[in-house]
């Protein structure tokens, strides 16, 4: 794993993220490679379809059913199949996509390098879907109505928030610590809840969401929907 110039505080926390999780310096990597993919795909929060499908929660979908895309006969007739895109599928298809799927209309030429396609599929994954390091029950994870209403004190927040930056700094997923920032508070109050209740683990995360209280959490997403 990679160790940033971010300061000995981080540094420490970095290498415990390390021991626990896939090599952050993967998705960074995969980040990078996915610039090939984003002229035609859109992913993560508010992502919609454009030219090709959005691909958020990728891992673990059906190939060719993505609501409101019109797919290519040969795709919908690979999902129909059972093809399911798991980072095996997702590997082949990212090669040559024309060799696993002839007809498909998605016209990119392929990845040839290994370590390359590795490092994009761990990127795809890092936006969920089934087959992650997260449980699927985070997926599913749903918050009571009573502490997604309640309301943040973004100044609160603010204050708070210190504790944060020292890895989330930037609005650009550095080093495979996503972007917290300009979500909505109902989104940034799921996750810190599932982190929270135990339905997503991670060592820090875990550690850090257990020790706000809810009134804490929901300062917290107000205060980060506003940086941008
Ligand atoms: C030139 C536009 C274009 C580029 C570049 C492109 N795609 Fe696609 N992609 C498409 C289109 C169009 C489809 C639908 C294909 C079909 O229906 O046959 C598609 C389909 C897919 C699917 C299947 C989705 C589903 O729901 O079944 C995946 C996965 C995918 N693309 C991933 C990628 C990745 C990752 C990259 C970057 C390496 C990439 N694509 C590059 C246009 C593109
Ligand atoms: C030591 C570094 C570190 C610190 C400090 C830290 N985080 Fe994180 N955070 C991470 C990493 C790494 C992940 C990705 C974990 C995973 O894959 O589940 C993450 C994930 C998140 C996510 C989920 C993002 C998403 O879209 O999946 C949120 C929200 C979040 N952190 C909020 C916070 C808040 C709020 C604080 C301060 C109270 C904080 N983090 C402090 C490293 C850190």
């Not at 999780?21 to 919609?48: E, F, K, R, W």
């Amino acid at each position: 794993m990679r160790v940033s110039n971010k300061g000995l505080l981080s540094g420490a926390f970095l290498c415990m993220v390390g021991a626990a999780s896939a090599a952050p310096a993967d998705v960074q990597t995969g980040q990078q490679l996915y610039s090939q993919c984003a002229i035609c795909h859109q992913i993560g929060d508010g992502a919609i379809n454009t030219i090709g499908p959005e691909l958020t929660n990728i891992i673990g979908r059906e190939a060719g059913v993505h609501p409101d895309y019109r797919f290519s006969d040969s795709l919908v007739a690979a999902g129909a199949d059972g093809l399911v895109w798991d980072e095996a599928t997702l590997d082949r298809f990212l090669e040559n996509p024309r060799d696993l799927i002839p007809g498909t209309k998605m016209n990119y030429r392929g990845m040839r390098d290994d370590d390359d396609r590795a490092a994009l599929i761990a990127y795809l994954a890092s936006f969920g879907g089934e087959s992650r390091d997260v449980p699927a029950a985070a997926e599913t994870f749903e918050v009571a109505p009573e502490i997604l209403a309640i309301a943040g004190d973004a100044a609160y927040g603010e204050y708070l928030s210190g504790e944060c930056t020292s890895c989330h700094n930037s609005s650009d997923a550095d080093d495979g610590i996503p972007s917290i920032s300009g979500h909505s508070p109902e989104y940034f109050v799921t996750v810190m809840q599932a982190y929270k209740q135990g339905a997503r683990e991670h060592p820090v995360m875990s550690m850090l969401a257990r020790r706000l209280s809810n009134e804490e959490i929901a300062g917290l997403a107000a205060y980060f929907e506003t940086v941008d």
